[in-house]
């Protein structure tokens, strides 16, 4: 067999489930991998088992019947959207993961901060607190000097 059997990522498929392989020259049950050349892409093959060994016996017979142009262009089309789509997850799962960094990282200053910020909160609670007891004085002398002028008004008015 002239034609060069590379394979992809998904390569060997050893499924339990796929039917039993035909027995190869070293007697052997043949394992099913998928070619991804130009001419046969995705279309099984059966063989060796000790391929990726090395020291196999050259087993090779197609497991599935060859494809025509059509449906070799479909499969093709299948690949790319799925790999188009894992790119996606994966970008997206790494921009929820640096979202989730930031978020840690925001999480970690305001814990660093918290007690400064609780600090600041009691100082102006406090600040408030002086400033309206002030003003409550001031008033309370304003109503005081009011009330002393008003007697006194009211004694001038009397003599
Ligand atoms: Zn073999």
């Known amino acids: 067999m ?17 039917i039993e392989g035909p027995r190869c020259f070293c007697d052997l049950r043949a394992i099913s991998t998928t070619a991804f050349t130009d001419e046969n892409w995705g279309r099984r093959f ?4 000790k391929y990726k060994d090395g020291g196999h016996c050259n ?40 979202l989730q960094k930031q978020n840690k990282n925001i999480e970690a200053i305001i814990a660093q901060h918290r007690e400064e910020i609780d600090v600041m909160a009691s100082q102006h609670r406090l600040a408030i607190e002086a ?19 008003t007697q006194v008004e009211r004694k001038k008015a009397e003599v």
């Open 2 to 18: 002239s034609e060069s059997y590379t394979t992809g990522s998904s390569g060997n498929e050893q499924s339990a489930s796929s």
């Open 46 to 49: 059966w063989g060796c088992v």
């Open 131 to 149: 400033m309206s007891n002030e003003q409550a004085a001031k008033i309370e002398a304003m109503t005081a000097q009011h009330r002393c002028e």
């Open 59 to 98: 087993y090779f017979a197609w497991r599935d019947p060859k494809m025509c142009a059509y449906g070799r262009r479909l499969i093709r089309q299948l690949r790319e959207m799925h790999g188009q789509k894992l790119s996606e997850e994966i970008s997206w799962e790494s921009i929820s993961g640096q």
